[in-house]
């Protein structure tokens, strides 16, 4: 929502999320309206609602637009979702979408490949496709603003380094499959090989993993069903990035561990709850690293609880399942028999 400035609890606020269609219904809010702001959580601006006394006659609902303003193609709302979305993959609001959440931190994590830089490669009509990045040459890069000879090659050094050093789950999380993040990208990284694998994969293999339902199974088939997406995963093998899950996970950290095949934790799912004297994200490497696969949630599928301090609701629920239950200590064991230690300082 955009609001004249007003100061709600001592910040001026002239933007509010309105959270979205059903909730702007729900809420009765109209253009024209003098509305209620608060920050939820003392944190972000929110519009309550309208004050309906010194609503405007000429007040009307907002009416989101059903056909993509980038492209013109009809826009769609799936049931119980939210959002309109524009299904065109060769819009060019969607195309450039779709690039910056591949070089974003949720996707390959390249650094220095910004939304800026996105944007004007795209815009430039040099990168049609993720694949294009990785054909960028120093030279062609020099007629950009702000891009020098130092610049320009460190540039394409960087995409370079993630075209060799990207792992199978970085490239699934980066595909943007709907519902598929990276806690599931990690997930089917360590159940199947590569892209061609995981391609051929019908529903109920991908149902039989753990915090895989039928949406996101019936997501990653739509994904792999679509001649356009496999002629760019044919791209993605042209230009070198084809990542197996034989290499490590660990790569992100840079780090030369590989899975062990036979030790206590190979095929394991795993979650961790409570806090850990690791950080979370280190731990779950660790755990990847021997061979674990990462789950979502407590469930009958789930092979290792790890707890740290205040483990709260999810060790209840793995005790009542039986699952077994691990403290840092004994996960850090079972690192140890996978031939993984950790430095001293650990």
């Given at each position: 929502a955009v609001l004249e400035p007003v100061a709600v609890g001592g910040v001026m606020v002239s933007r509010a999320t309105l959270h979205n269609e059903d909730e702007i219904r729900a809420r009765d809010v109209r253009v024209g309206d003098t509305v209620m702001v608060r920050r939820a959580g003392d944190v972000i601006p929110e519009v309550v609602g309208p004050v309906l006394a010194r609503r405007p006659p000429d007040a009307v609902p907002f009416v989101f637009p059903h056909t993509c303003p980038a492209c013109g193609e009809a826009a769609h709302r799936e049931s119980g979702e939210a959002a309109?979305?524009?299904?065109?993959?060769?819009?060019?609001?969607?195309?450039?979408?779709?690039?910056?959440?591949?070089?974003?931190?949720?996707?390959?994590?390249?650094?220095?490949?910004g939304q800026k830089w996105v944007?004007?490669?795209?815009?430039?009509?040099?990168?049609?496709?993720?694949?294009?990045?990785?054909?960028?040459?120093?030279?062609?890069?020099?007629?950009?603003?702000?891009?020098?000879?130092?610049?320009?090659?460190?540039?394409?050094?960087?995409?370079?380094?993630a075209r060799h050093t990207a792992t199978?789950?970085?490239?699934?999380?980066?595909?943007?499959?709907?519902?598929?993040?990276?806690?599931?990208?990690?997930?089917?990284?360590?159940?199947?090989?590569?892209?061609?694998?995981?391609?051929?994969?019908?529903?109920?293999?991908?149902?039989?993993?753990?915090?895989?339902?039928?949406?996101?199974?019936?997501?990653?088939?739509?994904?792999?069903?679509?001649?356009?997406?496999?002629?760019?995963?044919?791209?993605f093998r042209e230009v070198g990035l084809w990542p197996q899950s034989s290499r490590t996970t660990s790569g992100e950290e840079g780090s030369a561990l590989e899975k062990t095949q036979n030790g206590p934790l190979h095929g394991k799912n795993v979650l961790f709850t409570g806090s850990l004297s690791l950080p979370r994200g280190r731990a779950q490497r660790l755990?990847?690293?021997?061979?674990?696969?990462?789950?979502?949630?407590?469930?009958?599928?789930?092979?290792y609880l790890v707890v740290g301090d205040k483990a709260g609701g999810k060790l209840d629920k793995a005790q009542a399942l039986g699952v077994a239950v691990l403290d840092e200590a004994g996960f850090r064991a079972l690192l140890a028999a996978a031939g993984i230690t950790l430095d001293a300082s650990e």
């Open positions: 309109w979305r524009c299904g065109n993959l060769s819009c060019p609001a969607v195309r450039l979408r779709a690039i910056s959440h591949f070089v974003s931190k949720a996707g390959l994590d390249i650094q220095g490949v944007e004007q490669l795209v815009k430039s009509g040099r990168v049609q496709s993720p694949a294009d990045l990785f054909t960028l040459k120093a030279e062609e890069l020099l007629g950009f603003e702000r891009m020098g000879a130092v610049l320009a090659q460190k540039f394409v050094d960087t995409l370079e380094n199978l789950s970085r490239l699934i999380s980066a595909l943007g499959i709907r519902h598929v993040g990276e806690q599931t990208a990690r997930l089917l990284a360590g159940q199947f090989r590569d892209l061609d694998e995981l391609g051929r994969a019908d529903a109920e293999a991908l149902q039989a993993l753990p915090d895989v339902g039928p949406e996101v199974a019936a997501s990653i088939r739509n994904f792999f069903e679509s001649p356009a997406n496999w002629a760019q995963l044919a791209r755990a990847e690293a021997a061979g674990a696969v990462l789950a979502g949630s407590v469930n009958k599928k789930l092979d």
